[in-house]
Structure formats: structure tokens, C-alpha cells
Nanobody
């Protein structure tokens, strides 16, 4: 069994910073792409940032230049550094990982979500 555990959400003032972490654990052979998505109230879940196993990244336009995604493959962990936060960044943030298990199963996993609230 493989799971993703997120941490780092909270309340921050506009212009502030937060760092989210997501650690994968369990019967992991490899982790391919990892990413962060978010869902604001009344809206659909959307991609925030994604990083491949080789370190290539892509970002949603609203967060370019403010957010940075990174990963530590030794720790099976992905991070999202969020700077210059805006009220419109308020959402539940979800981690996603494409995992191949030791039993050679391919899984698309989601974390439980962590709430980020930006006050103006």
C-alpha cells in the first residue's frame, strides 16, 4: 500500500509565503511525475505545478514566477514553495503522484488535501 501525506497549509496574509510538503510512503518502486493541484470553493480542481522524475517542471499561468515546485527523490517528497500569495490562491491543495509499486502496479495517488487560506 502506498500513501501520500501532505503538510504545511495554514493561514497567511497576502504577500506572505508558505511551503507545502508531500511525502509518499509504502511499497514504492519508482515515482514518476508528482504535482500539486488546488480546488477553491465552488470551482473545479486545477493543476498548479508538476514535476517529472527528471526534474522538468510546468506551472499554471496564475502562479508562474511566484510558486516553485521541487522534489527530493531520496525522500520521495515533493514541495511547493509559495511566495507573494494572493487571496485568489485560497484553496485546498492536493498532492498527486504517479507511482509504480514494488508489485509493478501503476497507481495515480492523491493526498488528503491541505487548506491554504490567504487573507487580504
Amino acid at each position: 500500500q502506498v500513501q501520500l501525506v501532505e503538510s504545511g497549509g495554514g493561514l497567511v496574509q497576502a504577500g506572505g509565503s508558505l511551503r507545502l510538503s508531500c511525502a509518499a510512503s509504502g511499497s514504492i518502486r519508482t515515482i514518476n511525475a508528482m504535482g500539486w493541484y488546488r480546488q477553491a470553493p465552488g470551482k473545479q480542481r486545477e493543476l498548479v505545478a508538476r514535476i517529472t522524475s527528471g526534474g522538468s517542471t510546468n506551472y499554471a499561468d496564475p502562479v508562474k514566477g511566484r510558486f516553485t515546485i521541487s522534489r527530493d527523490n531520496a525522500k520521495n517528497t515533493v514541495y511547493l514553495q509559495m511566495n507573494s500569495l494572493k487571496s485568489e490562491d485560497t484553496a485546498v491543495y492536493y498532492c498527486n503522484a504517479q507511482v509504480t509499486t514494488t508489485g509493478l502496479r501503476y497507481l495515480g495517488l492523491w493526498g488528503q488535501g491541505t487548506l491554504v487560506t490567504v487573507s487580504s
